[in-house]
Structure formats: C-alpha cells, structure tokens
C-alpha cells in the first residue's frame, strides 16, 4: 500500500482523484512545498510548513491547517508509507468549481493533496559539481510565492537538460536571479554573495539554512543580487534547494567556474549542512565523504 493524503484524509494512491475542474489544474492557482526525509524524519519542516501558510496567504488561499496539524498528518504519511529516504511532496489548490478567473466563493474548500516518493541524496553531482547554463528570466513578479504555475520554470529546466546541463540559471537583464528550482550563490575571496530575498526569487529554506551556517561559522556572507559579469568571475558558484542540497556548479556555458572543480568554501558549507542534518535527523546513511 502507498498512501497519500487527499483533503486531510489517508487513502491508497490508485484511489486518489480529484475534479476535473479544479483550479489547480486549470489555472495553476495553488501553491506547494517539498521537504526532504532523511531517516524518515522531515529535515526543516517548520520552516517549509510556515512557508507554505505564507505562500497561501500571498495569493488570498487560507489553508485551513496549522503547522502542527499539517506536520502530524505528513509524519503520520511518512510512517505509514515506511519512507526513510526521500521527498514529502504537498500542494493546496483553491479548490473546485465551473471555470472562472475570479476566485469561487468562500463556499468552495481548498483541495490539499500530498505524497511521499523515494529520492537519494544526489551525491554524484554533489561531490563532482554539474554544468550550467544561461536563461533570461522571463517568470513574473511575484517568484518569491511557491505556486503551482511554473511554466518559467519549466521551460528554462527544460532548456537545461535538452543541453545536458543540470541546472538553468536565469538572470533578469544583467542581474542573477535564481535557478529554476533552486537558489544560486557565488563565492569571490572567500566571500559567500546570493540575491537578497525580494519578489524576484523564492526565498530557499536551503539557502537559509546556508546563510545561518555562514553567520555561524565565521563565514562572510552578503544577501545582494549580483552580475551575470560577478557569475563569470566568481571562485566559486553553487545552486542549493531541498533535493539537491548545496550541489557544486563547476561550468557555466561551456567554460569552467574557477579551476572547474568544486572550491574549498562550498565543500565547507556542504559538510556544514551535512551536520545540521544530522542534528535534526540522526546519522546520514549515505554520507558525501
Ligand atoms: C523551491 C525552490 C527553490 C529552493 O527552495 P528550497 O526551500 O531550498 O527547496 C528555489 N527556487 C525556486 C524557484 C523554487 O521553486
């Protein structure tokens, strides 16, 4: 049995429909979240959870769940489903009803649907680095909300692996975005800089996490956006989200970062993170070194 969870209730995956009318799937009006599983414990799932009560309210969506309720239903998935290494995957729509642009009446339930799917930690790519290339940010103003529309980034993604690259890092003009599901941040002199937590990208509970670790550990650290010129020359450039944690980019449209292996600061701050999952989830079954 693999159970998921469909409006508060646990059911078997194959049993799980929901309206052809929902607005998830007409408009992709909703919003979601990922949270790792290491051990079969959630890593960081406050943060995730607050981040989704957030994204909610940014769009007019209540989710009518608090954090601890939502956090005791996904353990209770987790456990039933036996999940120890993996994903937690959960979205709430506006719910639905006859297609109309302007949001249904109060009436109308939010749809909240969610699953657990098995991932390894990528540890090829973490420990080796991957390639990159170079997109125009073409997403709309509003990056800093977890929505279910993701036709930006998609399609940037979709750019990236058609050119055997891992990751699409988008840049609005000359100044570096974020990648298309994942923060970006480049080490120049032994200094970390990201873009600061705007409307321009989503605000990665990785990358906070990465910034904390910085502060703690004597780090130099800088929240402000930089160039596509600063990408270029930086000693170092890394993309970090839940599922790939802190993943080296060690070459961008061809040409390597730095010495196109991945740099002394970023391995610092994976074995960094690496700890910080440990504190909260036990021992790493599959470790990086
Ligand atoms: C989810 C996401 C990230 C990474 O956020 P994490 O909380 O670290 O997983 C970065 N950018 C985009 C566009 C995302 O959707």
Redo the contacts with the bound molecule.
């Keep these: 049995m693999e159970y998921v969870i469909l409006n508060g209730e646990f059911i078997e995956r194959s049993e799980a429909k929901v309206d052809i009318e929902d607005r998830g799937y007409q408009f992709g009006d909703g919003v979601y979240?990922?949270i790792r599983i290491y051990n079969g414990k959630m890593f960081?799932a406050d943060?995730?959870l607050e981040?989704l009560l957030d994204s909610g309210k940014k769009i007019d969506l209540n989710i009518p769940y608090t954090v601890g309720e939502l956090k005791q239903l996904l353990e209770k998935m987790i456990l039933k489903n036996k999940m120890e290494l993996g994903i937690v995957y959960m979205q709430f729509t506006r719910g639905a009803s006859p297609r109309n642009h302007a949001y249904p009446g109060a009436d109308v339930l939010p749809a909240f649907t969610a699953y657990t799917r098995k991932a390894e930690r990528p540890v090829d790519s973490m420990k080796n680095g991957v390639k990159a290339l170079l997109i125009e940010d073409i997403r709309w103003l509003r990056?800093d909300i977890?929505s279910l529309n993701?036709l930006g980034?998609i399609m940037a993604k979709q750019k990236a692996a058609q050119s055997g690259c891992y990751e699409a890092i988008q840049h609005r003009g000359d100044t570096v975005t974020?990648?298309?599901?994942?923060?970006i941040a480049i080490v120049k002199e032994g200094k970390v800089y990201t873009h600061p937590a705007t409307n321009l990208?989503?605000?990665?509970?990785?990358?906070?996490?990465i910034n904390e670790i910085c502060h703690e550990n004597g780090i130099a650290v800088e929240e402000s956006a930089f160039t596509l010129e600063g990408l270029k020359h930086a000693d170092e450039v890394f993309m970090?989200?839940?599922?790939a944690e802190i993943t080296p980019i060690t070459e961008i449209e061809g040409k390597p970062v730095g010495s196109g292996t991945p740099g002394p600061v970023t391995k610092s701050l994976q074995d960094l993170f690496e700890k910080e999952i440990e504190k909260q989830c036990g021992n790493m079954p599959v470790k990086l070194r």
Aim: net charge positive.
């Design positions: 979240e990922v960081t943060e995730h981040r990056c977890k993701l980034n974020e990648g298309s599901s994942s923060n990208i989503l605000n990665g509970i990785t990358r906070r996490k970090s989200s839940t599922s």
